[in-house]
Structures are given as structure tokens and as C-alpha cells.
């Protein structure tokens, strides 16, 4: 595992206080080719799962600030992060929203559940985010070194593989997501070559946006957060050059816009 990032390169975990996010910190840290890894989340404070990775790799790793709706947080944190870690080499964008109690914000089953203020958080948080990320971030990926940036997305974001209907805002977000990272994969492969850029479906994977919905999932097809990391890890390990642009599932399956 990571043979393709350069030994001693650094990673942001963005949106890492839990779920796939907390766990691509772990397996990151876990990896000693790793050299520094910064994890950002909107509650460092809140962040126990990360309090104790920190702690159990001292020197290793930086919790910052970012919540994902907020750019000068963004700014704050690439500002913070420059200093601490000039060059990146793995930027994975985990931070995601498909409901959320507190906002009244739930999948919609059909059109009269639709709600502007759960579209516009949507957008927020899975497309805006991803994007402002990579708009402040970018002077970090500006070296010569591989460099992958991806952003976690979700199948049901394709447009072509969309047989179910429902859930409005997040596939309409997810595919939004999948629209920048595709143009951001255009204008990079002109002015940052290094950068692979590109969007990981992680499976169906156990944590607090899927439990809601885990009764629908056949058995054996809901993943460990340990299991769906490490597949994607291994994905963008052998990303080439030529698959920057493009959207892969956990297992390496290219699919469809
Ligand atoms: N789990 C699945 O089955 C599945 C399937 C397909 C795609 N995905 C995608 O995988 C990614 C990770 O999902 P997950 O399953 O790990 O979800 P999760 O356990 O619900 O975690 C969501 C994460 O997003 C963070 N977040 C939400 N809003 C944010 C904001 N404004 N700024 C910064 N961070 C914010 C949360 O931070 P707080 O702790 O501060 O709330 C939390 O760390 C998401 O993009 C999701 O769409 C997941």
C-alpha cells in the first residue's frame, strides 16, 4: 500500500472527526511512508476519535478548524496547514451530509418532501465544500511531486446509474460534486500536472449517515469503515495520470457520470 505516494508525503483528512473521515486519518497514521497527516473537522474540541489518534502518534498529526459552509475557515485552515505541511500529497475531502435531524434535513422520498433549506445545505456541504477546499488548498499542491486530490462521493450521484429516484438533494449534490471534480481534473491537467484528481464511491459503508437506512442493505454487502478505507487507499494508490477525472468505486469499477 501506498507505493505511489512519495515516502515522507503529507495527507489531509478533511472532515475527519468521524466515520470514513476518522478512519482515513487512522489507516493514514498507520502508514509510515506517511509523513504528516493534517485532519480537519468542524469541532476539533468535539473530535474524541481524533484527540486519541493525536495522542497515540505524537508529532504526527494535526488536528485544524474547517467547517466546510465557512471559506474563511478554509482559508484559516490551508494558512495553518501551509506552515505545518508546505507540500500535500493525499487530500481526501470525507466531509458529507445526507440528513441531519437539527436542520429538519431527511432523504426525500418524493417531490413534496423537497425543502430549499435541505437543497442548499446539500450543495453546501458535498459540492461547494469539496471545491473551496480545493480552491485554498491548491498552492499546497503546487510541487512536483504525485499528488492525489479526491473528494468522496457517492453512487448514487450518477446521473446514468439513477433507477430509484428520490433523495433529491444529496444525489443532485453528489452529482454537483462530481461536476467540479471533473472540471477541476481538466484545468489541473494543464497547470498541475502532478494532481490526479477524482471522486471515490466508498460502498455502503457502516457509519452515522448510513445507519438509518442500513435495514435495506442485503447482507453482507454493508462495509466496515476499516474495510472501505482500505479499498479506497488501494485505489488511489494505483491511480494513474490517465485516471484523473473520472469517478471510481471501492473496488477499482469506474462508474458512470
Ligand atoms: N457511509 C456510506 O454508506 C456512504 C456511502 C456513499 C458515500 N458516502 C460519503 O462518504 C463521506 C463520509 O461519510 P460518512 O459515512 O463517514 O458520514 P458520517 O459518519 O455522517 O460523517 C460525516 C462527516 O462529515 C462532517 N461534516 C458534515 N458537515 C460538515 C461541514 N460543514 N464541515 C466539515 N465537516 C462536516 C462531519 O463532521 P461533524 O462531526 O462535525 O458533524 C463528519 O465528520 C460523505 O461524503 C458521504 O456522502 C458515504
Redesign the pocket.
Known sequence: MFDAIVAGGNALIQ???????LEFARQCLAEPRIGHVVAT???PQD?TGLADLAAGHPGRMTVLP????DEASIIAAAAAAARIAPRLHLVVN?????HDAARGMKPEKRLADVRPESLARAFA??AI?PLLVARHFEPLLAHPQRAVFAS????VGSIEDNRLGGWYAYRAS?AAQNMYTRTLAVEWARSRRNVICVAL?????D????RPFQANVPAGKLFGVDYAVAQMLGVIDRLQSADSGQFFAWDGERIPW
Open positions: 472532515g475527519a472527526s468521524r466515520g470514513i473521515g473537522c468542524r469541532s473530535a474547517l467547517d466546510s459552509t470525507c466531509a458529507g451530509v445526507l456541504v458535498n465544500g468522496l462521493s457517492a453512487r453528489k464511491h466508498p460502498g455502503t459503508t457509519t452515522d449517515l448510513s
